[in-house]
């Protein structure tokens, strides 16, 4: 699998918009916290996902009930795509995604172009390896570094087919799933930011069926 490498290009991020569901209950016993659920299902562009980036050769459709997210360039090896969702980093959450794409495509989180905070990207690509990276400048340096490396198995779909990727933060956890199947339990990476997106490699066209993060406030 081709690593992601981190490029210095024009990046972008999206202004939230309303999605979320808010619903009071006990995260343990005796201990009552906010849920709140942003979910988008890409029925339609309310959530302002669809962007055009000529420049870049990068695009991003909403049709179908899916978000196309194409980037067409070789200059620079990956694109970003984020969304500040403001999701509360510092107790238990839950993000989610299902995707595909002729390439390698990934559930971002944690970036900031503001600061120069790439956040981290747990990838799948057409062969069906899955990984987690570290894309730098969220405290370790900024260079990209493998968190977990590539592997994969015969519970992940191949030749770009749809795969549901889950990334849960339990207590000072990290745990990842493909189609319901627990690839990594590791130590919380530092995380700066609540942003939710996604990330391509160059010369990708992927395909989102939806994102969704779960927290407690």
């Known amino acids: 699998m081709k690593k992601i490498i981190l490029a210095v290009m024009s990046l972008v991020?999206?202004?939230f918009t309303a999605c979320t569901y808010r619903d009071v209950r006990p995260d343990h016993p005796g201990n009552y916290k906010q849920l709140i659920t942003y979910a988008e299902e890409f029925d339609n562009n309310a959530g302002r996902w669809a962007f055009s980036d000529g420049y870049n050769y990068a695009y991003?459709?909403?049709?179908n009930g899916t978000f196309k997210f194409d980037y067409n360039d070789n200059l620079h090896e990956a694109y970003y795509l984020a969304k500040d969702i403001n999701f509360n980093q510092y107790?238990?959450?839950?993000?989610?995604?299902?995707?595909?794409?002729?390439?390698?495509m990934g559930l971002l989180f944690g970036y900031n172009s503001q600061t120069n905070t790439y956040g981290y990207s747990f990838t799948v690509d057409y062969d069906g390896y899955y990984a987690l990276y570290d894309e730098g400048g969220n405290g370790y340096g900024p260079d990209i570094q493998e968190v977990v490396s590539p592997a994969t198995g015969n519970f992940?779909?191949?030749?770009?087919?749809?795969?549901?990727?889950?990334?849960?933060?339990?207590?000072?956890?990290?745990?990842?799933?493909?189609?319901?199947?627990?690839?990594?339990?590791?130590?919380?990476?530092?995380?700066?930011?609540?942003?939710?997106?996604?990330?391509?490699?160059?010369?990708?066209?992927?395909?989102?069926?939806?994102?969704?993060?779960?927290?407690?406030?």
């Open 156 to 217: 992940v779909n191949i030749y770009g087919d749809w795969n549901e990727l889950r990334l849960e933060q339990r207590g000072n956890r990290w745990i990842g799933y493909i189609n319901d199947v627990r690839v990594f339990n590791i130590p919380a990476q530092k995380l700066n930011y609540g942003s939710l997106g996604f990330v391509v490699v160059s010369n990708t066209q992927g395909e989102a069926d939806y994102i969704q993060a779960d927290w407690y406030e």
């Open 60 to 63: 991003g459709v909403v049709s």
């Open 91 to 104: 107790d238990d959450f839950t993000l989610y995604t299902r995707i595909g794409s002729d390439n390698n």
């Open 13 to 15: 991020t999206l202004s």
